[in-house]
């Protein structure tokens, strides 16, 4: 189970506030039924007290003493009625005790009084035979100014037992309360989540190549039908953004491209012409090869635009970046001949990649044709191809002029140029680096760039998580 | 041998129009949607050159409208989108080829020659210019009676500028049709393998075959050189 998932985390505060809420609403019943039971207890055992002083004690004498204890064991039968009754003279002598209740469950070996309480009072007196008694105590002066203390007891083992239910039933309805709401919660939650997951799965397939498809509304008022209407608003921006992208770039690729071609025909047809001097038909070449660059740079603006559109997001495959590399490598072979550089293709494993075959080509043609560019004759060009902790890895390095550390930062920004030797001799329109790392932004990779000044460049892309890694195949020698 | 040119750009159907005349085609130029459509319906024609982006109607419906009607005229579009989903649509749509702005004349040229003479016309299967012998069933090259090896892509270079001799190909169409469209802008490569195809075809020889035009590009040919 997902514990992060909002189900489960609903359910677990939801759980534990019922749970604190049903101890304490607990807590506090037991208190007060225990406080009133006890306060109970005590009051009854102060009024019998109070009774005995009052019917019995009353113009008491030494003469009547004996039928006193005669007549409370008579009226009261403390014996049968699981009760303690204990008269004490004034001196502490004991005028009256009853004996051990008919049931047996409790001794009464309640210590004397000693100094007679001044007033009535209760105390709890706990039996070395187990249990304990609550004692009620009134004080009795009679006519003849002699005092006796009036105690009655009565034991709290139902009280306790009572209690002891109470919490037996507290203690199991409590968990099963709380077993059942947190059942009951789920069941709940996972119902008026149902529709959030039907949103966030119909969300994940929406891309920019079918933004014009919407997320399911169901009318039913709630936060969720706002949430899949808002979403389904912002889709619409983004689609609106989108297309008003994609419109540009079909306008602009119209009118940029519109007048280079009536140049290149006009001049084409004017070379053409025999009568043209020598002089004038270089002049016409060199504005060719002008219209050529100019031409060059609106088609890498265009492939960026298109791009950032989401182009290089749509057409995935599965294929093998190894063969990938090593094929081009081998396509243009001669451009490296012709200038002595070896290039070392070290791609000898199957590397599956997920993505659109011929973007990747491109970045491998791109950055391959730069290192041959800026690497002297007789230098050396290495490309490999691994799977590293479930990355495909791509290595291009070679051993050229390097870039210098102050301009590194900037070498994929569009129409960046390292100055000196990177002259415009060497040809490009300064957008191949930019297009590399779109093109790799859109497949989730990162480029990483090493390099030190005369030493070389290393190129490094990291795409996420190569399929497989299978047999070696024969490995790919200097190409 | 009759074409339609519709393209709304004036300066651009002028110079694509004066170029067919050269060669000696009837052209008819319109430059609006449904001028176009008109002449579409009135008359027959051999070959159309549709510009996409066209005020009125524009030239997907054309395209669509065309198809309906004829299904076996050829249709040659010119456009300046060059995205692979567009040339893909544009192909399901009926378009027989696709040439993308800014193009060389002579490619549109080659092109419209390739439509015209397509179904009955057979391409030979040994192309002989001067004498230089391109087999295209071995994929053998000869020369003076002298056998030539030459790699996939020398091979495939040569070939490409043996289908028209005389006509100058552009380094993008080179690398259109020898490499892939991941080549693109990389023009110098071209120049390499031409450069290497050299050594093994001219080199070793007076005559040279293959000349250079330069802003333009290459082309195959005998004779005096311009």
Same mark, same amino acid.
């Given at each position: 189970m997902n514990t992060r998932s909002l189900s489960f985390r609903l359910i677990a505060w939801y759980a534990g506030l019922l749970t604190l809420v049903f101890l304490l609403l607990g807590a506090v019943m037991f208190a007060a039924v225990a406080d009133d039971l006890q306060s109970s207890l005590r009051n009854d055992q102060i009024r019998r007290a109070q009774q005995i002083s009052d019917t019995?004690?009353?113009? +008491?004498?030494h003469s009547v003493e004996p039928v006193l204890a005669q007549s409370v064991e008579t009226l009261y039968a403390p014996e049968a009625n699981d009760r303690f009754i204990r008269i004490t003279r004034g001196d502490g002598t004991v005028l009256f005790q009853s004996g051990e209740p008919h049931d047996r469950h409790f001794v009464p070996d309640v210590p004397p009084l000693g100094q007679l309480p001044v007033s009535r009072s209760w105390r709890e007196v706990r039996l070395s035979g187990g249990g304990s008694l609550v004692i009620g105590t009134v004080i009795h002066r009679s006519a003849n100014g002699t005092r006796y203390a009036v105690e009655v007891g009565s034991s709290t083992a139902p009280i306790d037992a009572a209690l002891g239910r109470l919490l037996a039933v507290l203690g199991t309805g409590l968990p099963l309360a709380v077993a059942m709401a947190v059942i009951g919660g789920f069941l709940l939650v996972r119902r008026s989540l149902v529709p959030m997951e039907r949103i966030a799965r119909k969300a994940e397939v929406i891309t920019q190549h079918n933004l014009s498809e919407r997320l399911p509304v169901e009318r039913t008022g709630d936060e969720l039908e706002r949430l899949s209407l808002s979403l389904n608003h912002m889709i619409s921006r983004l689609e609106e953004a989108v297309q008003g992208s994609k419109r540009l770039v079909a306008d602009a690729s119209h009118e940029l491209r519109t007048p280079l071609t009536v140049m290149r025909g006009e001049l084409e047809s004017m070379a053409a012409d @025999?009568? +043209?001097t020598a002089a004038t038909r270089e002049l016409l070449a060199s504005l060719l090869e002008e219209v050529d660059r100019l031409a060059a740079v609106v088609d890498g603006l265009l492939a960026l635009s298109r791009l950032d559109t989401g182009e290089a997001s749509a057409q995935w495959v599965k294929f093998d970046l190894a063969e990938l590399v090593a094929t081009t490598a081998d396509q243009m072979s001669l451009l490296a001949e012709d200038k002595r550089i070896s290039v070392i293709c070290d791609a000898p494993q199957r590397v599956l990649v997920d993505g659109n075959r011929a973007k990747l080509k491109q970045v491998v043609v791109n950055l391959l044709d730069n290192a041959i560019k800026y690497t002297p004759n007789g230098g050396s060009v290495r490309l490999k191809v691994a799977a590293q902790n479930g990355q495909a890895v791509l290595e291009v390095a070679d051993t050229g002029m390097g870039i210098p550390p102050e301009a590194l930062p900037h +070498? *994929?920004?569009?129409?960046f140029r390292v100055e000196r030797s990177r002259s415009r001799e060497q040809g490009g329109a300064g957008l191949g680096l930019s297009i590399v790392k779109s093109i790799c932004a859109a497949h989730g990779a990162a480029v990483e760039l090493q390099s030190t000044t005369d030493q070389g460049s290393r190129f490094r892309i990291r795409f996420p998580s190569a399929a497989e890694l299978e047999q070696p195949q024969l490995p790919q020698g200097a190409a | 041998m009759r074409i339609l040119l519709i393209e709304d750009e004036k300066k651009l159907s002028e110079l694509i129009a004066r170029a067919l005349r050269a060669e000696r085609y009837a052209v008819d130029v319109a430059h609006e949607g449904h001028a176009a459509w008109q002449m579409v319906e009135t008359y027959e024609y051999d070959l159309l050159i549709l510009d996409l982006m066209l005020p009125g109607l524009d030239g997907a419906e054309i395209l669509r409208r065309t198809r309906r009607r004829n299904p076996h005229v050829p249709i040659l579009i010119l456009t300046a989108l060059d995205a692979t989903d567009e040339k893909v649509r544009n192909f399901e749509a009926g378009a027989d080829d696709y040439l993308t702005k800014p193009f060389a004349f002579a490619e549109l040229l080659v092109r419209v020659k390739a439509l015209m003479r397509r179904g009955p016309v057979s391409r030979a299967s040994v192309v002989r210019v001067a004498d230089l012998e391109i087999d295209r069933l071995t994929q053998q090259v000869r020369r003076a009676g002298r056998k030539i090896e030459l790699t996939a892509k020398e091979y495939a270079l040569l070939e490409y500028l043996a289908t028209n001799p005389g006509r100058v190909f552009s380094r993008t169409m080179i690398i259109e049709h020898v490499w892939d469209q991941s080549f693109e802008g990389l023009t110098n490569i071209v120049d390499v393998y031409v450069r290497h195809l050299r050594t093994k075809v001219?080199? @070793? *020889?007076?005559?040279?075959?293959?000349r250079t035009v330069r802003g333009a590009g290459y082309y195959l040919g005998e004779g005096a050189e311009p």
């Amino acid at each position: 189970m997902n514990t992060r998932s909002l189900s489960f985390r609903l359910i677990a505060w939801y759980a534990g506030l019922l749970t604190l809420v049903f101890l304490l609403l607990g807590a506090v019943m037991f208190a007060a039924v225990a406080d009133d039971l006890q306060s109970s207890l005590r009051n009854d055992q102060i009024r019998r007290a109070q009774q005995i002083s009052d019917t019995l004690l009353r113009g +008491v004498s030494h003469s009547v003493e004996p039928v006193l204890a005669q007549s409370v064991e008579t009226l009261y039968a403390p014996e049968a009625n699981d009760r303690f009754i204990r008269i004490t003279r004034g001196d502490g002598t004991v005028l009256f005790q009853s004996g051990e209740p008919h049931d047996r469950h409790f001794v009464p070996d309640v210590p004397p009084l000693g100094q007679l309480p001044v007033s009535r009072s209760w105390r709890e007196v706990r039996l070395s035979g187990g249990g304990s008694l609550v004692i009620g105590t009134v004080i009795h002066r009679s006519a003849n100014g002699t005092r006796y203390a009036v105690e009655v007891g009565s034991s709290t083992a139902p009280i306790d037992a009572a209690l002891g239910r109470l919490l037996a039933v507290l203690g199991t309805g409590l968990p099963l309360a709380v077993a059942m709401a947190v059942i009951g919660g789920f069941l709940l939650v996972r119902r008026s989540l149902v529709p959030m997951e039907r949103i966030a799965r119909k969300a994940e397939v929406i891309t920019q190549h079918n933004l014009s498809e919407r997320l399911p509304v169901e009318r039913t008022g709630d936060e969720l039908e706002r949430l899949s209407l808002s979403l389904n608003h912002m889709i619409s921006r983004l689609e609106e953004a989108v297309q008003g992208s994609k419109r540009l770039v079909a306008d602009a690729s119209h009118e940029l491209r519109t007048p280079l071609t009536v140049m290149r025909g006009e001049l084409e047809s004017m070379a053409a012409d @025999p009568q +043209v001097t020598a002089a004038t038909r270089e002049l016409l070449a060199s504005l060719l090869e002008e219209v050529d660059r100019l031409a060059a740079v609106v088609d890498g603006l265009l492939a960026l635009s298109r791009l950032d559109t989401g182009e290089a997001s749509a057409q995935w495959v599965k294929f093998d970046l190894a063969e990938l590399v090593a094929t081009t490598a081998d396509q243009m072979s001669l451009l490296a001949e012709d200038k002595r550089i070896s290039v070392i293709c070290d791609a000898p494993q199957r590397v599956l990649v997920d993505g659109n075959r011929a973007k990747l080509k491109q970045v491998v043609v791109n950055l391959l044709d730069n290192a041959i560019k800026y690497t002297p004759n007789g230098g050396s060009v290495r490309l490999k191809v691994a799977a590293q902790n479930g990355q495909a890895v791509l290595e291009v390095a070679d051993t050229g002029m390097g870039i210098p550390p102050e301009a590194l930062p900037h +070498v *994929f920004e569009r129409f960046f140029r390292v100055e000196r030797s990177r002259s415009r001799e060497q040809g490009g329109a300064g957008l191949g680096l930019s297009i590399v790392k779109s093109i790799c932004a859109a497949h989730g990779a990162a480029v990483e760039l090493q390099s030190t000044t005369d030493q070389g460049s290393r190129f490094r892309i990291r795409f996420p998580s190569a399929a497989e890694l299978e047999q070696p195949q024969l490995p790919q020698g200097a190409a | 041998m009759r074409i339609l040119l519709i393209e709304d750009e004036k300066k651009l159907s002028e110079l694509i129009a004066r170029a067919l005349r050269a060669e000696r085609y009837a052209v008819d130029v319109a430059h609006e949607g449904h001028a176009a459509w008109q002449m579409v319906e009135t008359y027959e024609y051999d070959l159309l050159i549709l510009d996409l982006m066209l005020p009125g109607l524009d030239g997907a419906e054309i395209l669509r409208r065309t198809r309906r009607r004829n299904p076996h005229v050829p249709i040659l579009i010119l456009t300046a989108l060059d995205a692979t989903d567009e040339k893909v649509r544009n192909f399901e749509a009926g378009a027989d080829d696709y040439l993308t702005k800014p193009f060389a004349f002579a490619e549109l040229l080659v092109r419209v020659k390739a439509l015209m003479r397509r179904g009955p016309v057979s391409r030979a299967s040994v192309v002989r210019v001067a004498d230089l012998e391109i087999d295209r069933l071995t994929q053998q090259v000869r020369r003076a009676g002298r056998k030539i090896e030459l790699t996939a892509k020398e091979y495939a270079l040569l070939e490409y500028l043996a289908t028209n001799p005389g006509r100058v190909f552009s380094r993008t169409m080179i690398i259109e049709h020898v490499w892939d469209q991941s080549f693109e802008g990389l023009t110098n490569i071209v120049d390499v393998y031409v450069r290497h195809l050299r050594t093994k075809v001219d080199d @070793p *020889f007076a005559a040279k075959l293959i000349r250079t035009v330069r802003g333009a590009g290459y082309y195959l040919g005998e004779g005096a050189e311009p």
